[in-house]
């Protein structure tokens, strides 16, 4: 008899190269899913047993983990506390998702509405961020002296909150919802630009050798070399400023009030409809997973390795 | 024009600040090549043969004498000098006909469907027709450096520089690239200054071959004719004594008079 398992867990090689050659803090979330999907199948050992394919354990893997989740939430909300259970929660989503768009005037609206304003506002702040921040990280990475300048004002104002900025917003523009797309603003902005910033310095000097000895012009080094270059660097940026953005709203719009998810939040605690509360929640979650989701793919269709 | 003295290097120095003060890489270079010609810089690592190319490639710039290459002096980088890296320096995002196509728009002011014609043209020449529309990742690293030596013959320099063209190939690869260099240059009649560490290379490749003494501060030791005739068969070289005797000397060059200390 042999005493030889049929599987060898240990010997899972995971390839170790990333997309892109990036500083490896910022693009850990990019390594994590590629790792994810570059994960071996186990060495086939000398006798094979007929096992199920890769992503159905992957589905049964996830499938046990809500259950588990929704299992736990309902024994707590049995304890007796003010936490509804998962039934209540799902009636009450019924309820919601099946008129998300109606509209009883501005502090009554549906939950669609709420979201799409809260995106809408994560949409503008951070266009905005784009728009200053991406021209901003290639100056600096390009031209020493700036970076100089800029380094010690950025690693000064990169730790604050965004909220911390929310006083300011009120007191320049003197309303609600520009302030809450300016404390979006602010915290998109960081992201942008250092990311931006460290895919220009890391533009291999082979490419920059090309561009010399054929004497480029400054133009097509831009649109040939420099841009593609960075591009995938300028997607974190992008991806890690959407992912604080949307982390930053909810507690933005629970101090301004208006139309958006946070506001609802807080709205549904003044009403004590904790049930809501967690629907916001999952929503919440769901949402930021989507557009994590959405810029992991763009980010997949601009590597080059 | 002097074709003789088509590329000159005068008395050229290149000295490196660094922080430990200068650093000699190479000195008192002197060297012309005629037109047509095939050189080869040989020595080992470190001696400035790279150096004394990205001279001549106008990447660096030397702190002593001048490189004149038909009668004007080398100021700068420019296409009329077509570099081929050691390792291919193909951009990733573009396709190798765009990779191509990127240097002969640069160079040629002709209409578009003659420039594309130029690049399929260049391509072919190194046998990559079937492979145009691929991204370098997608081919092997033998058919990159084909499409590096495509993208510099495309834009029909003066000169080829050709930096360790071969070095990062496996010895069968490199044998086939070495091969189709032969015939390209014997059909072109390019003008070609080439860095190389492999011996053979230089004796199959070269018109003659330039050895460089161990550096800092590395000369020319010397400069070995190779009167082989063309077009030159590997095979038939391999037994053939001349190429042997020249293999022999560059050989003695390299590891009795030139044995570099164990670093």
């Known amino acids: 008899m042999s005493a030889v398992p049929a599987s060898v867990p240990s010997a899972i090689p995971i390839r170790a190269s990333g997309p892109h050659p990036a500083a490896a803090a910022l693009a850990e979330r990019v390594d994590a899913v590629a790792r994810r999907k570059t994960v071996a199948k186990p060495v086939p050992t000398g006798y094979r047993r007929a096992r199920a394919p890769e992503w159905v354990l992957q589905v049964i893997a996830m499938l046990a983990g809500l259950v588990a989740f929704v299992a736990l939430w309902e024994i707590v909300a049995r304890q007796g506390g003010r936490i509804p259970g998962p039934g209540l929660v799902w009636h009450a989503a019924v309820t919601i998702f099946s008129d998300p768009f109606y509209s009883k005037g501005p502090n009554d609206q549906g939950i669609g509405w709420n979201v799409l304003s809260s995106l809408k506002r994560v949409g503008i702040g951070f266009g905005l961020a784009a728009a200053v921040g991406i021209p901003l990280g290639f100056m600096i990475g390009r031209f020493k002296f700036l970076s100089g300048m800029a380094a010690p004002i950025i690693a000064l104002l990169k730790p604050v909150s965004p909220l911390a900025w929310l006083p300011i917003g009120l007191l320049l523009f003197k309303a609600a919802n520009p302030a809450a797309i300016y404390v979006i603003f602010v915290c998109s902005l960081w992201p942008m630009i250092v990311n931006t910033a460290v895919g220009v310095r890391q533009i291999p000097q082979d490419y920059l050798n090309v561009a010399r000895v054929l004497n480029l012009s400054e133009w097509k080094v831009f649109t040939r070399i420099l841009f593609p270059a960075v591009l995938p660097y300028m997607i974190t940026g992008v991806r890690l400023s959407i992912g604080v953005a949307w982390l930053v709203i909810v507690a933005a719009e629970m101090l301004t009030g208006g139309v958006g998810i946070g506001f609802w939040v807080w709205d549904e605690w003044n009403n004590l409809k904790v049930e809501h509360i967690i629907i916001a929640i999952f929503t919440i979650g769901i949402v930021g997973l989507l557009l994590e989701q959405a810029l992991v793919l763009l980010a997949r269709r601009f590597s080059y390795n | ?263």
């Open chain 2, 1 to 263: 024009m002097d074709t003789d003295r088509y590329l000159r290097i005068d008395d050229v120095g290149m000295t490196f600040e660094t922080k430990k003060g200068g650093f000699i890489a190479i000195e008192r270079i002197d060297l012309t090549v005629k037109k047509g010609d095939f050189v080869s810089l040989i020595g080992h690592s470190g001696c400035g043969k790279s150096t004394l190319l990205n001279l001549v490639a106008g990447l660096l710039h030397p702190t002593e004498g001048g490189i004149l290459l038909a009668e004007r002096e080398i100021a700068g980088p420019g296409p009329d000098r077509g570099v081929v890296f050691q390792n291919h320096s193909l951009l990733p995002w573009l396709t190798c006909f765009d990779n191509v196509y990127l240097a002969v728009e640069r160079v040629f002011s002709d209409k578009k469907n003659i420039l594309k014609e130029r690049t399929h043209k260049a391509l072919a020449m190194v046998d990559l027709t079937a492979a145009e529309a691929k991204y370098p990742h997608e081919i092997s690293g033998g058919m990159k450096q084909r499409v590096g030596i495509a993208r510099a013959l495309a834009i029909e320099p003066k000169m080829l520089l050709l930096d360790e063209p071969f070095g990062a190939l496996d010895a069968l690869t490199r044998a086939n690239l070495q091969d189709e260099l032969l015939r390209i240059v014997d059909k072109t009649g390019a003008t070609v200054l080439m860095v190389t560490h492999d011996v053979d290379e230089a004796v199959l490749l070269s018109n003659r071959i330039v050895m460089m003494t161990n550096g800092p501060a590395a000369r020319i030791g010397g400069v070995l004719e190779v009167d082989l005739p063309r077009p030159r068969d590997r095979l038939a070289l391999a037994s053939d004594r001349r190429y042997i005797e020249l293999r022999t000397t560059v050989m003695d060059f390299l590891y009795r008079k030139q044995l570099k200390q164990a670093a």
